[in-house]
């Protein structure tokens, strides 16, 4: 079973920039697609960002309408790592931040909470 380690979230004010990493204890399968998902307090989780497997490259990748042309997915198969690059951020990303495969297969990490202040 694959674990998912999810790290770099913070608090930060509004229109500042994280950058959130994702470890993964083992390789995956290059053809799975990987994501982030977010869950605010009193919400349901939602779908952020993908990317797919074959091609390592931020040009990759699928966003939510809620951080289109501000978020910037990508992920280093060497390194089992996913990172999300969050620019302009805005209080309504203020969310717990997860990464899993697109679907889902693995067992949730503990996240990474983000704050963003206004």
């Known amino acids: 079973q694959v674990q998912l380690v999810e790290s770099g979230g913070g608090l930060v004010q509004a229109g500042g920039s994280l950058r959130l990493s994702c470890a993964l204890s083992a390789r995956t399968g290059s053809s799975f697609v990987m994501a982030w998902f977010r869950q605010a307090p009193g919400k349901e989780r939602e779908f952020v960002a993908s990317i797919t497997g074959f091609v390592v490259s931020t040009n990759n990748g699928n966003y939510a309408d809620s951080v289109k042309g501000r978020f910037t997915i990508s992920r280093d198969n060497a390194m089992n790592t996913l990172y999300l690059q969050m620019n302009s951020l805005k209080p309504e990303d203020t969310a717990v931040y997860y990464c899993?495969?697109?679907?889902?297969?693995?067992?949730w990490g503990q996240g990474t909470q983000v704050t963003v202040s206004s």
């Open positions: 899993n495969t697109q679907p889902p297969r693995y067992s």
